[in-house]
């Protein structure tokens, strides 16, 4: 393997705020080469974190601000861009540490594969630029040549078929253009559930590992059969975690009674010691609201306990109308729903469990059930931090999923590397 004191090295595309990077470097066995990712709070809080956490003292040259679809610009430098400033490109950064990529792992934006985006978009996203992404992530791995991948989105992308042709297959196939296998049934073995690895949260995911078909002795199929069929499931936790045991032991935050103040803060205390918990700020409509929902949720003979009704409350106090409901109260003894990125617009499908409380979640304690650590900073506007927890793959999550990919490195002898300049590398048009 390419690496330096026996660890495998990463690149990490559509890096986010690092959950996957968080999990890679929580199993100790990988050294994070190069991330990419555009958004300048999500870059800027990985960057933190790689330094502040994981003692990477060049962690502000590791993680590029850069659009991965400008992928020439991207491998080679960049020159004055208005957005994103000036850069050397991966290919001097990576090359510059001496080192090649052992794995490539990340995943496209998903919203343009989500069942629910292609609901809320009149064109079914149809016309999405984001369904093409994973395109320019092959191109990458084509132009790198790692051993392996790791891909993560929702598992809606197993249905999605913009053009009429099912992505699924349009993955599959550019992948072995460029010399990687996927397991043959992915719909059985690929798609995950978070909670089942210690994560509080219903959180189905696609994972795609990958890997190059001369890198490993034997056949692929049977590798990747062993991988998801043996190896990752020894990983899964003996008992899921509950949305109490994650969240309920953290400081309570109650609202406002002092009039003057209620204009700026509807809930009090304005700050805690707790990095990134504090509320958004609720009308007095809501709170009564989310203390209804809360107490009702405690109740033998529940008021709202069907869809339409909830429908119907949100259309009473708000005149509008919706055709999912819109409030959702998390249920203490069970896994949260999936945390996502709406967050970032309102939390009425998270709201907390707490009547005492009468709000929905804080950023930390949509990060505690995407099981971050509580010593992980997020930077930016509060609502570029929902954005990128709810965007973020949970790092338990991916711990087991790094844990998995480095005992099958451990365990499967590599092939001789053929001295011939892949034809790969080659033909790719970047």
Same mark, same amino acid.
């Given at each position: 393997m390419k690496t330096r004191n026996n660890k495998i090295t990463t690149l990490d595309l559509f890096a986010g705020c690092g959950g996957l990077t968080?999990?890679?470097? %929580?199993?100790?066995?990988?050294? =994070?080469?190069?991330c990419v990712e555009w958004e300048k709070s999500a870059r800027d809080t990985l960057a933190n974190r790689l330094r502040s956490k994981w003692g990477?003292?060049?962690?502000?040259?590791?993680?590029?601000?850069?659009?991965?679809? !400008?992928?020439?610009?991207?491998?080679?430098?960049?020159?004055?861009?208005?957005?994103?400033?000036?850069?050397?490109?991966?290919?001097?950064?990576?090359?510059?540490?001496?080192?090649?990529?052992?794995?490539?792992? *990340? *995943?496209?934006?998903?919203?343009?594969?989500?069942?629910? *985006? +292609?609901?809320?978009?009149?064109?079914?996203?149809?016309?999405?630029?984001?369904?093409?992404?994973?395109? /320019?992530?092959?191109? #990458?791995?084509?132009?790198? !040549?790692?051993?392996?991948?790791?891909?993560?989105?929702?598992?809606?992308?197993?249905?999605?078929?913009?053009?009429?042709?099912?992505?699924?297959?349009?993955?599959?196939?550019?992948?072995?253009?460029?010399?990687?296998?996927?397991?043959?049934?992915?719909?059985?073995?690929?798609?995950?559930?978070?909670?089942?690895?210690?994560?509080?949260?219903? +959180?189905?995911?696609?994972?795609?590992?990958?890997?190059?078909?001369?890198?490993?002795?034997?056949?692929?199929?049977?590798?990747?059969? &062993?991988?998801?069929? !043996?190896?990752?499931?020894?990983?899964?936790?003996?008992?899921?975690?509950?949305?109490?045991?994650?969240?309920?032991?953290?400081?309570? #935050?109650?609202?406002?009674?002092?009039?003057?103040?209620?204009?700026?803060?509807?809930?009090? $205390?304005?700050?805690? &010691?707790?990095?990134?918990?504090k509320p958004r700020f609720h009308s007095e409509r809501d709170i009564r609201i989310f203390q209804e929902l809360a107490l009702d949720g405690m109740?033998?003979?529940?008021?709202?306990?069907?869809?339409?009704?909830?429908?119907?409350?949100? /259309?009473?106090?708000? *005149?509008?109308?919706?055709?999912?409901?819109?409030?959702?109260?998390?249920?203490?003894?069970?896994?949260?729903? /999936?945390?996502?990125?709406?967050?970032?617009?309102?939390?009425?499908?998270?709201?907390? $469990?707490?009547?005492?409380?009468?709000?929905?979640? =804080?950023?930390?304690?949509?990060? !505690?059930?995407?099981?971050?650590?509580?010593?992980?900073?997020?930077?930016?506007? =509060?609502?570029?931090?929902?954005? %990128?927890?709810?965007?973020?793959?949970?790092?338990?999550?991916?711990?087991?999923?790094?844990?998995?990919?480095?005992?099958?490195?451990?365990?499967?002898?590599?092939?001789?590397?053929?001295?011939?300049?892949? $034809?790969?590398?080659?033909?790719?048009?970047?």
């Amino acid at each position: 393997m390419k690496t330096r004191n026996n660890k495998i090295t990463t690149l990490d595309l559509f890096a986010g705020c690092g959950g996957l990077t968080e999990g890679f470097e %929580m199993a100790d066995c990988f050294e =994070t080469i190069a991330c990419v990712e555009w958004e300048k709070s999500a870059r800027d809080t990985l960057a933190n974190r790689l330094r502040s956490k994981w003692g990477y003292e060049n962690a502000e040259d590791r993680v590029l601000r850069f659009d991965v679809q !400008r992928t020439r610009e991207l491998l080679e430098g960049w020159g004055d861009d208005p957005e994103y400033g000036s850069g050397r490109g991966l290919s001097n950064l990576i090359e510059k540490q001496g080192k090649g990529v052992d794995l490539v792992v *990340g *995943g496209p934006p998903c919203q343009a594969y989500s069942i629910a *985006g +292609r609901i809320r978009d009149e064109n079914g996203m149809e016309n999405d630029y984001r369904n093409f992404l994973f395109e /320019t992530y092959i191109k #990458l791995v084509a132009h790198y !040549r790692p051993r392996a991948i790791v891909f993560e989105n929702v598992p809606g992308m197993l249905s999605a078929r913009p053009g009429g042709v099912a992505i699924i297959e349009r993955v599959r196939e550019s992948f072995k253009e460029v010399g990687y296998s996927l397991i043959n049934d992915i719909g059985r073995h690929a798609v995950l559930d978070a909670s089942e690895y210690g994560v509080p949260q219903n +959180r189905k995911r696609l994972i795609l590992f990958g890997i190059r078909n001369d890198s490993f002795e034997g056949d692929p199929q049977e590798l990747l059969e &062993d991988f998801y069929s !043996r190896i990752l499931p020894s990983f899964k936790v003996k008992k899921k975690m509950t949305v109490a045991e994650a969240i309920l032991d953290l400081p309570k #935050l109650v609202p406002n009674q002092n009039q003057k103040e209620r204009a700026k803060f509807s809930h009090l $205390p304005k700050s805690t &010691d707790t990095l990134n918990h504090k509320p958004r700020f609720h009308s007095e409509r809501d709170i009564r609201i989310f203390q209804e929902l809360a107490l009702d949720g405690m109740r033998r003979e529940r008021k709202y306990k069907k869809i339409d009704d909830l429908k119907e409350l949100y /259309t009473k106090v708000t *005149g509008k109308v919706s055709n999912v409901h819109k409030y959702y109260v998390l249920e203490p003894q069970k896994q949260s729903n /999936t945390i996502v990125s709406h967050l970032h617009k309102d939390g009425l499908r998270h709201i907390h $469990p707490d009547p005492e409380q009468g709000r929905s979640i =804080t950023v930390r304690e949509a990060a !505690r059930l995407q099981s971050f650590s509580d010593d992980f900073k997020f930077l930016g506007s =509060t609502g570029d931090q929902y954005k %990128m927890v709810g965007n973020a793959v949970p790092p338990r999550f991916a711990k087991a999923i790094a844990d998995s990919v480095a005992f099958f490195f451990a365990n499967n002898p590599v092939q001789q590397e053929s001295p011939v300049v892949s $034809p790969w590398k080659i033909s790719l048009q970047i």
